[in-house]
């Protein structure tokens, strides 16, 4: 039996992504009118309304007609009330249009059964307190794994996390307040959102701070990190979970292994730069770990540090070792929110025969007939039928 | 390859089969003077006639082809039904494999008792499933060549054919009607497919 608060679940969504009536009528082709008595529960929608209207949201339309938990719609609802004002409606739009990359990107890797990497880590479930040392255990044993992994040559910090099955994406927020997201989804998981606004380097410091929330900070489903949080260094913090998040960032892009040799030595402003360029971290992350192992006095971090890497030196390694053509189709890819490692995956989910042409072009959000352009730089095809 | 001597006169047809028949006046007359009837849901008609990017489908033939639809559907040779909440909740578990629309024509297909046409291969395989049956789903192809085995398609009128795919960029399906089109001269050749 369907249930029937259809019409609240319907408003919650369209307010929740701060869309008017007006606007939702154009798109769907369904007049405010109608729109209002369904949010109104005079009528209960017919079937195409239903899904007319969740191909607009890009939600399971199964969520509006049953009691099935296919969206992460109440972590967003807790999301959105605590942090709301740092979202623009872009972004919000841009938020459920993540979510809903991360289930196609599970349905994808669960149907050509691509596993996770199985890593034990300690989840300090049951302490009482939240504590830097915890951020730099979790760093010291997730660095390990990396460390033997392929993504350590490139130093593919996105490609590790993927690879732990966290579904990792990247967009351009309007917002420049926030730096990147963990949501809990009940069907894809563990999902990160990174501001592609920010350099390249940063971007990697932020995948890391959502990554110790995502492995630790999990019993509220969701967290959304704001520029000042991830560049919290207070010792007195008062959200120590930030602080923690923040130790086990540095600690991961600069374990010590890398800067004890430098105990004792010259630091200057060229050491710091070359360390930043050998660990894909910004020269402030390389000095806060110096400054934190005692490798650098606090004079000596106030003296270095406004070292700045220049932008041009930071290379972005999803645009790697590619053509010139294949450089801008993937920079495309990623401006849109969409990434190589997804798109990949959902071909090859339809390729395999899992998934149809229509829905690739959903997950993709490009209109079926433009499949093939956007394939195309991967030398990847479409079938006519 | 199927049998191109049988196919249903009633289907119900998603978006990639009305782009397919009504991109080609010729196609789409030869359906209709073979008495061909066929259903679409609004979800398909939604997907359809709400497009705003013209880059690939120019708007000249974005519009043709609605014009073409909407007098048939005027003459009453393209019917649309709605679908119910309970029509999809019939369904049962359905995997997230495919689009709103062909969700919503498998719905109706087994709501109405009719065949689907599709052009995927996915939704093909998937319509067959949940409809019970191979009889249940066929494709646009193999609507021609079965009206080109009973000669309501000439060779000329074939190739105009082609040439309106190729106008409306789908010149790439040809070859899977060109399969249907040699069956039908093996058929008249040598009696079998």
């Not at chain 1, 830097?132 to 044993?141: K, P, V």
Request: hydrophobic residues 35%; glycine residues 4%.
């Amino acid at each position: 039996m369907a249930q029937r608060n259809i019409g609240e679940k319907l408003r919650k969504r369209r307010e929740l992504e701060q869309v008017s009536l007006e606007e939702l009528a154009k798109a769907t082709h369904i007049t405010k009118t109608r729109l209002i008595e369904l949010e109104n529960n005079v009528y209960d929608p017919t079937g195409d309304e239903v899904l007319i209207i969740s191909a607009y949201y890009k939600e399971d339309f199964k969520y509006f007609i049953t009691n099935q938990k296919v969206s992460a719609i109440e972590q967003v609802e807790v999301l959105y009330r605590s942090k709301g004002e740092h979202l623009s409606k872009n972004d919000r739009k841009a938020i459920f249009s993540f979510l809903y990359q991360c289930t196609a990107e599970q349905f994808a890797l669960d149907c050509i059964e691509k596993q996770p990497l199985e890593i034990q880590y300690d989840s300090y479930a049951n302490s009482r307190k939240k504590t830097t040392e915890q951020g730099q255990t979790l760093a010291t044993q997730m660095r390990k794994h990396f460390d033997k992994s392929t993504y350590y040559k490139t130093r593919d910090y996105f490609g590790f996390v993927r690879s732990l099955g966290i579904h990792v994406f990247r967009r351009k927020l309007e917002s420049n307040d926030i730096s990147g997201m963990y949501i809990e989804h009940p069907i894809a998981k563990k999902c990160i959102l990174i501001n592609y606004s920010e350099d390249t380097y940063r971007q990697n410091f932020s995948l890391l701070h959502e990554l110790c929330h995502a492995l630790l900070d999990n019993e509220m489903g969701f967290n959304l990190s704001l520029e000042s949080d991830t560049k919290n260094t207070n010792d007195s913090s008062d959200n120590f979970a930030e602080y923690r998040a923040n130790h086990f960032a540095g600690a991961f892009l600069v374990p010590s292994h890398l800067i004890e040799p430098y105990r004792g030595k010259t630091i200057d402003v060229n050491l710091v730069n070359n360390l930043a360029l050998k660990t894909h971290a910004n020269p402030q992350v390389v000095l806060i770990r110096m400054k934190t192992l005692k490798i650098i006095t606090k004079d000596k971090y106030q003296q270095l540090k406004k070292t700045k890497l220049r932008k041009e030196y930071k290379e972005d390694v999803e645009l790697l070792n590619s053509t010139d053509k294949l450089k801008a189709a993937k920079q495309r890819l990623i401006e849109k929110g969409l990434s190589p490692y997804y798109v990949r995956n959902c071909y090859e989910a339809y390729n395999n025969g899992f998934i149809s042409r229509a829905k690739l072009a959903q997950m993709f959000d490009v209109p079926t007939c433009k499949l093939g352009t956007l394939l195309e730089p991967f030398k990847l095809k479409i079938d006519s039928i | 390859m199927e049998d191109i001597k049988q196919y249903p006169k009633c289907n119900i047809i998603d978006s990639c089969s009305v782009n397919n028949i009504f991109c080609s006046e010729y196609f789409m007359r030869a359906t209709l003077y073979s008495n061909f009837e066929f259903c679409t849901t609004p979800t398909i008609e939604n997907e359809l006639f709400s497009v705003t990017d013209y880059t690939y489908f120019s708007k000249e033939n974005h519009d043709k082809l609605q014009q073409r639809y909407e007098e048939q559907k005027a003459n009453d040779k393209v019917k649309c039904i709605s679908i119910t909440i309970d029509d999809l909740m019939q369904l049962g578990e359905l995997s997230p494999s495919l689009h709103q629309g062909e969700i919503s024509c498998i719905a109706l297909a087994r709501k109405i008792n009719l065949p689907i046409i599709t052009d995927d291969k996915k939704a093909l395989r998937e319509s067959r499933r949940l409809l019970g049956s191979d009889e249940k789903a066929h494709n646009t192809p193999h609507l021609f060549g079965h009206l080109y085995y009973n000669k309501v398609v000439t060779d000329n009128e074939a190739t105009q054919l082609k040439n309106d795919f190729v106008a409306f960029n789908r010149g790439s399906m040809w070859v899977h009607f060109e399969k249907y089109i040699n069956q039908a001269k093996n058929i008249a050749e040598n009696g079998q497919c």
